[in-house]
């Protein structure tokens, strides 16, 4: 079968301290540093050893890239014939130079800009870096307003290939006009602005995305807590069917993504794990997209 599989190990230090993250500048200690590498080492030779499709998205509450295990697993992933995509969430404060080791027809990345967290010439530097390599990835900002300079001169100052999201930052409200601000530099921030109204209707986790932990547990997504077995003893298998939402709203883009009444899956046709959509690659700044489904 074709799977995607969200994984999220342990792993929780970052070493930026951005305001709007609980997991700012903390720290694990080497236990729990090793119970990671250790974990993620098992969930690889998993993914090495299964005979299904894979598409693979690291969502760590950390800093993945920071660490070698991060950078060694998503290589070696990246290099098997049965992994589609393997990608990350980064905050791309690590070095670059290890992607010279990686199939870049494989994997791509998932960056946030943390104006404040870094200097901006020194991200830039890196982003400008990866689109030389040939990575293929996305850059994104979280929309608060103090961050709408930011994000414009981010815009401005990336290659035109390059789409530039922005997630609406939680617990804020957003009126037309600064939403309109927002959606000037991200065509797709509309589908972002409002949590989507999701109880009962159909979405693919459970049935071809799941969610796995460290220790192998399986669950639909990472917002719904109920179990549905486990990866490694194959208990989960059964487990994987048609389901509709639980939850009253889904207002992360890792969630809705995957609501089956969004047209999200051919918006990004071909990069959803790594927030790419299918319009833009090589064809400049993206055009305004009509949305099909009212969000919220």
């Not at 890196?126 to 979280?142: I, M, N, P, Q, T």
């Not at 077995?229 to 059964?238: E, K």
Request: proline share 7%; charged share 25%; glycine share 8%.
């Amino acid at each position: 079968m074709d799977l995607t599989v969200l994984y999220r190990g342990p792993l929780a230090s970052c070493d930026y301290d951005c305001p709007y993250c609980p997991f700012a500048k903390r720290r694990d200690s080497t236990a729990q540093l090793r119970a990671d590498r250790e974990a993620l080492d098992r969930f690889a030779r998993w993914a090495a050893d299964s005979e299904d499709e894979l598409s693979l998205l690291f969502t760590p509450w950390g800093e993945g890239l920071v660490r070698s295990w991060y950078r060694r697993t998503l290589t070696e992933l990246s290099r098997l014939p049965h992994v589609r995509r393997v990608a990350i969430q980064t905050n791309l404060s690590c070095r670059t130079g290890w992607l010279a080791e990686a199939d870049l027809d494989t994997l791509a990345l998932w960056c946030t800009y943390h104006p404040g967290q870094t200097p901006y010439d020194r991200f830039l530097g890196k982003c400008r870096d990866l689109a030389e390599r040939g990575v293929r990835f996305s850059v994104g900002v979280v929309g608060l307003p103090g961050h709408l300079a930011a994000a414009r001169r981010l815009r401005d100052d990336l290659p035109p290939h390059v789409y530039l999201w922005i997630n609406a930052a939680e617990g804020h409200t957003y009126k037309d006009a600064e939403a309109d601000d927002w959606t000037a530099l991200d065509p797709l921030f509309p589908y972002s602005r409002h949590p989507h109204r999701s109880t009962g209707l159909p979405c693919r986790t459970g049935e071809s995305v799941i969610s796995v932990d460290g220790a192998g547990t399986v669950r639909r997504c990472h917002f719904v807590r109920e179990e549905l077995g486990n990866l490694y003893d194959g208990s989960y298998r059964a487990a994987l069917l048609p389901r509709a939402c639980p939850l009253a709203v889904c207002d992360c883009h890792i969630g809705y993504v995957h609501l089956e009444t969004l047209p999200l899956y051919d918006v990004f046709a071909g990069g959803v794990l790594e927030r790419v959509p299918s319009a833009f690659p090589g064809q400049g700044t993206p055009r305004p997209l009509t949305l099909t489904a009212r969000p919220g």
